[in-house]
């Protein structure tokens, strides 16, 4: 079943403090919810990883944690040693960079989440083959491509993205599968037929000036 799940993205020209500025879109978005089934899904990052910073407590975020089902997307370094909060704030998933972590550090954040029954994640930047997460395909939940490069919104889609999307389908019919960035009306039927389940939109989402309107347009292109 097809799933459109809106994020939340501190903007590199952000007029609040970054939780203040994640709250106030969570607001925005808090009466549209429902529609999608209560998930909201955060962008962290970690100024290493990528360069963009995201400056938020852990107090802070468990805010979104109590008042959703929050996926948390996260550009970082050194997850390892901050695993355990993460996990005390207990989300519905977590997904992390495979690019960032030998599978050592892999296996024991895999491991974590799922003794604390998180979903896990393992996300692939545009340029990393999807060849790269075949050893983790039985251990995790879900495979997150993403489709533009990661820790900023705003970017346009890199067309080759429903290509990989499409290989590792055809090769791994069951696992669950994700699309983060430049998901739009125009190309998120393109992304549902070459294989995606989970469609990510943000920056898309939060500008429209109808944002009810929108999520119309995006569910009606979706089916």
Partial sequence: MSQIIPALIVSDKNLYNDFEELKAK?????????EF???VQIDITDGDFV????????????????SASVEFHLMILRL???IDKWIELQPKRI???IEAYA??????????????QIEV????????????????LEEIDLVMFMGVHPGYGGQNFISDTATKIGLLRYNHPNIKI?????VRVENIRQLKEAGADIFIVGSGLLVAPDIGQAIKDLKSALS
């Fill in 103 to 116: 599978s050592e550090d892999i296996k024991i954040i895999i491991k974590k989440c799922k003794q604390a």
């Fill in 80 to 82: 390892g040693r901050s």
């Fill in 26 to 34: 969570f607001e925005r978005l808090q009466p549209f919810l429902a």
């Fill in 51 to 66: 360069t963009s910073k995201t400056n938020v407590g852990f107090d802070e975020l468990s805010f979104f944690t109590k």
């Fill in 95 to 97: 997904i992390f960079h």
């Fill in 178 to 182: 994700e699309v983060d960035g430049g």
């Fill in 37 to 39: 089934d209560n998930w």
């Fill in 121 to 136: 994640g393992l996300a692939l930047n545009p340029e990393t083959s999807f060849l790269n997460i075949k050893p983790w």
